[in-house]
């Protein structure tokens, strides 16, 4: 016997290539390890990355909650310009405003807030705005006087408000 002339007992076995399409294509039945092969993957929006690199500004941001905000007056009058009105007028925000003292602020009227600079010579009848104390000594020096308005009063006033508000309403033609 020659060695051409050997045969084996077992066929010749070729090794397996693994992923080159058919049923087992991919990963070949050997699966997918790391990121996809966890829980909730997902790759992180390119949006995000930026955002993160971006510098920020320090303090709380304009979407937290109203109550970390002061909401004191948001205008305020000196005492010199109250000149403007004449003796026994009542002073309210209204009126303030209707003088020109002060603007809208978002479409309606403002918190206001009386500062003792400067002097008053007419006796007026201030309400429904905060008043300094030295603004206050000023005003009843001059004849005046300061009433700061009742809860009860300032819950009416409101009342009355949202009645208007609702008249009006009601009586604006409807859009098509």
Same mark, same amino acid.
């Given at each position: =016997? #020659? +060695?051409? #002339?050997?045969k084996?007992?077992?066929? @010749? ?7 080159? $399409? %058919?049923k ?7 699966? %997918?390890? $790391? #990121?996809?092969?966890?829980? $909730? ?5 390119? =949006?995000?990355?930026? +955002? ?6 320090? $303090?709380?941001?304009? @979407?937290?909650?109203?109550? *970390?905000?002061?909401?004191g ?9 109250? @000149? ?5 007028? /009542? *002073?309210?925000?209204?009126?303030i ?7 809208m602020? =978002? ?8 500062? !003792?600079?400067g002097?008053?010579?007419?006796? +007026? ?17 001059? !004849? ?7 809860? /009860? ?10 009645? *208007? ?9 409807? /859009?098509?």
């Amino acid at each position: =016997m #020659q +060695i051409h #002339q050997i045969k084996r007992v077992h066929p @010749n076995k070729k090794s397996k290539l693994v992923a080159r $399409g %058919g049923k087992r294509g991919k990963t070949a039945g050997k699966g %997918g390890k $790391g #990121q996809t092969a966890r829980a $909730g993957h997902r790759v992180r929006p390119a =949006m995000r990355d930026i +955002i993160k690199k971006l510098p920020k500004l320090r $303090g709380h941001g304009k @979407n937290r909650a109203k109550s *970390v905000f002061y909401r004191g007056p948001e205008a305020v009058v000196n005492l010199s310009a109250m @000149n403007v009105f004449t003796a026994g007028d /009542k *002073v309210t925000p209204e009126t303030i405003l209707a003088k020109g003292l002060v603007k809208m602020v =978002m479409g309606r009227v403002p918190k206001i807030k009386v500062l !003792g600079t400067g002097d008053i010579t007419v006796a +007026i009848n201030v309400s429904f705005c905060e008043v300094s104390v030295t603004a206050k000594e000023k005003i009843e020096k001059a !004849g005046g006087t300061v009433t700061l308005p009742e809860v /009860k009063e300032v819950v009416e006033k409101v009342k009355k408000v949202k009645k *208007v508000k609702k008249a009006a309403k009601k009586a604006a033609p409807k /859009k098509k």
